[in-house]
């Protein structure tokens, strides 16, 4: 049986916060390339401030960090959503809205993979991720949020 390939695997990550002894776990699942605008990097799912849980969708080339891109998200299980985000480090991330982050503890973990467009005033971003693995890496994340 053949390796899977690495843009299979979810990788776990923690980063410094802006305050002392603040640091954000996350997990990050890079595009798959064969499918996606070179601008598109990935997805990422971070913990956020009072056990809340964020997603975002990370760029190559960032966007004005006042923008709100429209992304608009299509489930392989079928349903789209468009939503309003807004922008995260430095532009080069796509903040999604709150409601986004039911989707990523529930119906996507049992989704094979996510199409994504950011689009921002006339320059437009597409990508797709395969979501498997996400349901451990999810679980995986949520035992390391606070820490």
């Known amino acids: 049986m053949a390796a899977p390939a690495p843009s299979s695997v979810w990788k776990f990550s923690r980063t410094q916060g802006g305050k002392e002894g603040e640091s954000f ?3 990050t699942k890079t595009a798959d390339t064969a499918q996606s605008d070179p601008d598109f990097a990935g997805l990422i799912v ?16 960032p966007f004005p960090p006042r923008s709100h891109p429209k992304v608009t998200i299509a489930a392989s299980s079928g349903g789209t959503l468009t939503v309003e985000a807004s922008m995260a480090a ?19 973990q049992t989704t094979a993979s996510l199409s994504l467009v950011v689009k921002e005033s006339d320059s437009e971003i597409k990508g797709v991720v395969a979501l498997n693995g996400l349901r451990e890496a999810y679980h995986s994340l949520l035992a390391n949020c606070g820490q």
């Open 90 to 108: 430095a532009g080069a991330a796509v903040l999604l809205p709150d409601e986004v982050s039911a989707f990523a503890a529930g119906k996507w």
């Open 46 to 61: 971070r913990c956020a401030p009072k056990g809340k849980i964020d997603v975002l969708v990370a760029l190559i080339r």
């Open 25 to 27: 776990a996350a997990i």
